[in-house]
């Protein structure tokens, strides 16, 4: 691994992988200020020295340095990479058992992508549906799993979101 990671730009690369799981390409070109074929070379090479590994999903490409997280994790950490999923999952860890349209009025999102996003949800085992007498409720599974993900590793373009929910959020078990 040492002279895979000589060059000064493949440390830099690795090392925000290593800190930032689940980042694509164009996001790691944009952080270190590289040309996106520059990035994606010395992605690909990393890659091929089983210095990083990749998860492929809807287009993109998401970099996890080898052997530091699991499957479970991996695909944990890039479904909070994603805007609306990562604003669903906070605003029901300071809202539990909330009703679609109650993360509807919160989300500024049509309804169908909403739905969209917590069908994914419910598929990846991250929000669980509860039947009670408003309706339908979601809650998050694992909240502290999910807490500790988000604290750890923070997606890299939500942190000032983060930062004024984080306030507000308490760690489960402590009320």
Same mark, same amino acid.
């Given at each position: 691994m040492d002279n895979?990671? *000589? @060059? *000064?730009?493949?440390? $830099?690369?690795?090392? @925000? /992988?290593?800190?930032?799981?689940? @980042?694509?390409?164009? $996001? +790691?070109? &944009?952080?270190?200020?590289? !040309?996106? !074929?520059l990035a994606d070379y010395h992605l690909a090479y990393l890659e091929r020295a089983e210095i990083v590994?990749? +998860?492929?999903?809807?287009?993109?490409?998401?970099?996890?340095?080898?052997?530091?997280?699991? /499957? $479970?994790?991996?695909?944990?950490?890039?479904?909070?990479?994603? &805007? /609306?999923?990562?604003?669903?999952?906070l605003f029901l860890l300071q809202n539990p058992y909330s009703t679609? $349209?109650? /993360?509807?009025? !919160?989300? &500024?999102?049509?309804?169908?992508? @909403?739905s969209y996003h917590i069908v994914k949800l419910l598929k990846q085992g991250l929000l669980l549906v509860h039947s009670q007498e408003k309706g339908k409720t979601y809650t998050v599974v694992n909240e502290k799993e999910i807490i500790r993900l988000l604290i750890k590793y923070k997606p890299?373009?939500?942190i000032e979101s983060f930062k004024e929910t984080w306030i507000d959020l308490q760690w489960p078990g402590s009320k």
């Open positions: 895979v990671l *000589e @060059l *000064e730009i493949r440390r $830099k690369i690795y090392t @925000l /992988i290593l800190e930032n799981p689940g @980042l694509h390409a164009k $996001k +790691i070109a &944009d952080i270190l200020s590289l !040309q996106g !074929q590994t990749t +998860i492929k999903e809807e287009g993109y490409r998401r970099y996890y340095a080898t052997g530091k997280l699991g /499957i $479970k994790e991996r695909k944990r950490i890039s479904i909070l990479r994603k &805007d /609306i999923p990562h604003r669903i999952i679609h $349209k109650e /993360i509807l009025d !919160q989300l &500024d999102i049509v309804k169908s992508t @909403l890299y373009h939500r």
